[in-house]
């Protein structure tokens, strides 16, 4: 069993940055993978960002790309989601998730654990 929290949402003006966190219980933490989704009121939930175990390999959702980061740093059973030039329209609740495959993917019916959600909002 692997239990998720995230942190660091929080309210910012469009342009500014947030840093994510997400901290994760028990000792297998470097063998899963990693990912970010997010849901906007009304909106189903939509891929962020994923990490493989390693943090060799990272994919991108189209809407995040070049603007957000992801990481991790498994001594800490933590990973990150630097977001960068936000705006509006990344207002929503990000969820972090834990995937027993070990590799990174956006389909998230294949990650097992997911945390409560951290509200970001981002104003105009």
């Known amino acids: 069993q692997v239990q998720l929290v995230e942190s660091g949402g929080g309210l910012v003006q469009a342009g500014g940055s947030l840093r994510l966190s997400c901290a994760a219980s028990?000792?297998?933490?470097?063998?899963?993978?990693m990912g970010w989704f997010r849901q906007a009121p009304g909106k189903e939930r939509e891929f962020v960002a994923a990490?493989?175990?390693?943090?060799?390999?990272?994919y991108y959702g189209d809407s995040v790309k070049g603007r957000f980061t992801i990481s991790r740093d498994n001594a800490k059973n933590t990973v990150y989601l630097q977001m960068n030039s936000l705006k509006p329209e990344d207002t929503a609740v990000y969820y972090c998730?834990?995937?027993?495959?070990?590799?990174?993917?956006?389909?998230?019916?294949?990650?097992?654990?997911w945390g409560q959600g951290t509200q970001v909002t981002v104003s105009s």
């Open positions: 990490i493989n175990w390693s943090g060799g390999i990272r």
């Open positions: 028990g000792r297998t933490f470097s063998s899963y993978a």
């Open positions: 998730a834990a995937g027993r495959h070990s590799h990174a993917t956006s389909d998230r019916s294949t990650y097992d654990y």
